[in-house]
């Protein structure tokens, strides 16, 4: 008796012009979404990044006032690899993101900003597929962004951001979250994957203080054989995939 084969999963919509992706640190798009990203901004769409910290807690050999500027200035060279050049930094404190008001406050402020009709996180669950065991800073950031993506069409929650300038927008149509283990979605990343790689490569530091491996393989090797994955239910292309929330 065979097992059961997953759901191939659905192409993304296309129906979109701007997209904001909020996530918690320098890096966390470059490990699973930056091949997409690369192929919507050369269809002409407009991306933007958000970072609640500058990933300053992480590498045990750099103090975090170093570390802090050093993965700043990564991840700008990694946005700009795959065309994104609007990349804001929240300065909240990297490992204890604290999920609340304060939080959903300054994403929703972002997506009142930006005016996404898309908008991108990371996995917000406990764990990564049942296996591992997720980040607090992850979780908090990524239930925030599912969160404000409604706040954000609200005037009454946050009114201070409406004296401030920054109009409600409720045209926010997905939420979509990268690294679910539960995914319905998927983008062709073939035109991307080598912008991926590069992009990647930008957070030279964090992955030298990661890996003994040489840097380009490891990030080569990653990020193919995660797209592969996602292949297999999206008609055996290489792919990322994403849980798409509709609003």
């Known amino acids: 008796m065979t097992e059961p084969t ?16 909020v996530v918690a640190h320098p890096d966390d798009l470059e490990y699973g979404c930056s091949a997409a990203i690369a192929a919507w901004t050369d269809a002409g769409r407009e991306v933007a990044y958000v970072l609640a910290t500058r990933g300053e ?33 929240l300065d909240h ?24 009709e898309l908008v991108i996180t990371l ?21 925030a962004t599912l969160d404000a993506a409604g706040d954000a069409g609200n005037r009454w929650i946050f009114p201070d951001l409406t004296e401030q300038g920054l109009e409600p927008w409720n045209g926010v149509r997905w939420v979509a979250v990268a690294g679910s283990a539960s995914p319905t979605h998927a983008v062709d990343a073939t035109p991307g994957l080598d912008r991926a790689v590069a992009s990647l490569l930008e957070h030279r530091s964090y992955i030298n203080a990661l890996t003994d491996e040489n840097a380009e393989t490891y990030a080569r090797n990653f990020l193919t054989e995660a797209a592969h994955s996602v292949g297999e239910r999206f008609h055996n292309r290489p792919a990322v995939a994403f849980e798409l929330f509709p609003r």
Not at 6 to 21: C, F, I, N, T
Not at 67 to 84: F, N
Not at 105 to 112: C, F, K, V, Y
Not at 123 to 143: C, E, L
């Open 6 to 21: 997953s759901a191939q999963l659905k192409p993304m919509p296309e129906d979109w012009r701007r997209a904001l992706a």
């Open 57 to 89: 807690a992480g590498i045990d050999t750099v103090p975090p006032a170093e570390c802090g500027p050093l993965r700043e200035r990564e991840q700008r060279a990694s946005a700009a690899v795959v065309g994104v050049t609007a990349v804001d930094f």
């Open 93 to 116: 404190r990297d490992g204890v993101i604290e999920y609340g008001p304060a939080l959903r406050r300054d994403i929703a402020a972002a997506i009142r900003r930006h005016r996404p």
């Open 123 to 143: 996995n917000h669950r406990d764990t990564w597929g049942g296996i591992a065991w997720n980040t607090p800073d992850h979780v908090a950031v990524g239930r």
